[in-house]
């Protein structure tokens, strides 16, 4: 008796899932139904099949303005010359008497027959300079930080960045492949909170590296970063930072030394501090300066270093004779400092326009105020406002950007560039022309 009714259940069971099968498989077979034969690519649709264009756009470029046109008597604060070293005679003679002795190029990168004694050279007196343990030497300061990045953070790895790092920073970070999380400009507790938030999804481990990337003064903006505090939070979270100065070294600090030496922090809390020498320098190129464990590793890894020819001779004589003249006369530091305190007090008193950048920042960022224009539209006017200005004897800079590429466009701007030589006729010149500028050809 029991037997039969379990045979009943088991037989009952058995056609249930029998059933299922069957619908199943039927569902199976007509989902599986052939393609319509007019997917298939035929001739006829491999001839008149457009590939996708190479690129999405092209991007518009701006004529730029010839500094050959400018002439000598008109003042130029569009340059990043800060410490107007660029005609400095003994610079220029150092630099042709290199000429004489290597040629021009130098034919060859670093690690294949391009290395040559100025190099090592420049090298040995930055380290002495940053008071670091080595530094080396790229051809191209953009290239310098872009290749740094992706030396060490690789895919898998997590990158903190500031949401207005200049475009060689974002393309370094493009190039990592890494995860990236960018923090709102200079804000301490949105870094601080996706920190935390990091650590809690455990995405922060110990079996990934972690970075911080920031700027000792932003190029996008002026302002100086929070450097004590971006260390205190690396230590927490055992990021490594990489600090980009190359707007303060030959700028700030007592001996020009940059934001670790004008804020006093050791050099050895920074990982990595990454530099131009197209700024302050008045030449061609940039450094990474840091441990010899971390430097030496970007001469088989830097990208920028391996394979591109080195840094012309002549232009490294340039980078060691500014260096001479650093390290001779800081006072020129305390001259630039001087002038970059005084334009952010005249800018205060600008009538048309608002401004960014800190007051030991060479860079000044001039906005239109109140403006609730388009942004193509705003630097139509700032384009035309500059123009106005050149002609009547200020040559300055609209800050140029990729618009639809940069990871976060600034707001367009004039970038003013303060120099060791402006007095302060100049400062008032430039103020005045700017409103009068606005006046005649700013936005009604
Ligand atoms: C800027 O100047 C050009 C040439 O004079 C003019 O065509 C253009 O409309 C001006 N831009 C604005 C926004 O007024
Ligand atoms: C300021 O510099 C300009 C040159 O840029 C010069 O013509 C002028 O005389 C200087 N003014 C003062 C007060 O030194």
Not at 21 to 30: C, E, M, N, P, Q
Request: aromatic residues 8%; negative net charge; glycine residues 6%.
């Amino acid at each position: 008796m029991i037997l039969m009714d379990i045979y009943d259940t088991v037989s009952w069971w058995t056609l249930v899932i029998a059933v299922q099968v069957v619908i199943g498989s039927v569902y199976f077979l007509w989902q599986k139904k052939p393609k319509e034969p007019e997917d298939k690519l035929t001739n006829q649709k491999l001839r008149e099949w457009k590939p996708l264009p190479l690129v999405e756009r092209t991007f518009e470029v701006e004529e730029p303005i010839l500094i050959d046109n400018i002439g000598d008597n008109v003042l130029n604060v569009g340059a990043t010359s800060f410490l107007c070293l660029d005609k400095e005679p003994s610079i220029v003679e150092n630099s042709i008497k290199s000429l004489h002795k290597y040629g021009v190029g130098s034919c060859g990168p670093r690690g294949f027959y391009g290395t040559i004694d100025v190099h090592l050279e420049l090298e040995e007196r930055l380290a002495k300079f940053l008071q670091v343990e080595e530094t080396c030497v790229y051809s191209y300061g953009f290239s310098t930080v872009a290749s740094a990045i992706p030396a060490y953070a690789k895919k898998g790895d997590i990158i903190f960045a500031d949401e207005k790092v200049w475009f060689a920073i974002q393309k370094g970070i493009d190039a990592a492949r890494s995860t990236v999380r960018y923090f709102k400009h200079n804000d301490m507790n949105d870094l601080e909170r996706l920190l935390e938030e990091a650590a809690a999804k455990k995405e922060l481990n110990p079996k990934r590296r972690a970075f911080l990337i920031a700027e000792a003064i932003y190029f996008n903006s002026g302002k100086m970063c929070p450097l004590r505090k971006l260390v205190e939070l690396a230590r927490r979270f055992k990021l490594r930072i990489i600090l980009d100065e190359s707007l303060t070294i030959g700028v700030i600090g007592k001996h020009g030394r940059g934001l670790t030496e004008h804020l006093n922090v050791p050099r050895d809390e920074i990982d990595l501090i990454v530099g131009s020498l197209e700024h302050s320098f008045a030449t061609i190129g940039g450094f990474c300066a840091g441990t010899h464990f971390i430097v030496e590793h970007q001469r088989l890894s830097g990208l920028g270093y391996c394979f591109s020819a080195s840094l012309p001779p002549m232009l490294t004589q340039a980078a060691i004779s500014a260096l001479d003249i650093i390290e001779e006369k800081p006072a020129i530091i305390s001259e630039l400092d001087e002038n970059s305190k005084k334009l952010n007090k005249a800018l205060v008193n600008l009538k048309h326009y608002t401004f960014s950048g800190d007051e030991l920042s060479p860079v000044k960022h001039i906005y239109l105020k109140n403006s609730e224009l388009p942004d193509r539209l705003k630097n139509s006017y700032l384009r035309n406002i500059t123009n106005y200005c050149l002609e009547n004897g200020v040559a300055m800079a609209v800050a140029t950007y990729l618009r639809d590429t940069e990871v976060n466009c600034p707001e367009p701007s004039i970038r003013l560039a303060s120099t060791r030589k402006l007095n302060d006729t100049n400062i008032a010149q430039i103020c005045t022309l700017l409103d009068e500028a606005y006046e005649k050809v700013g936005p009604k």
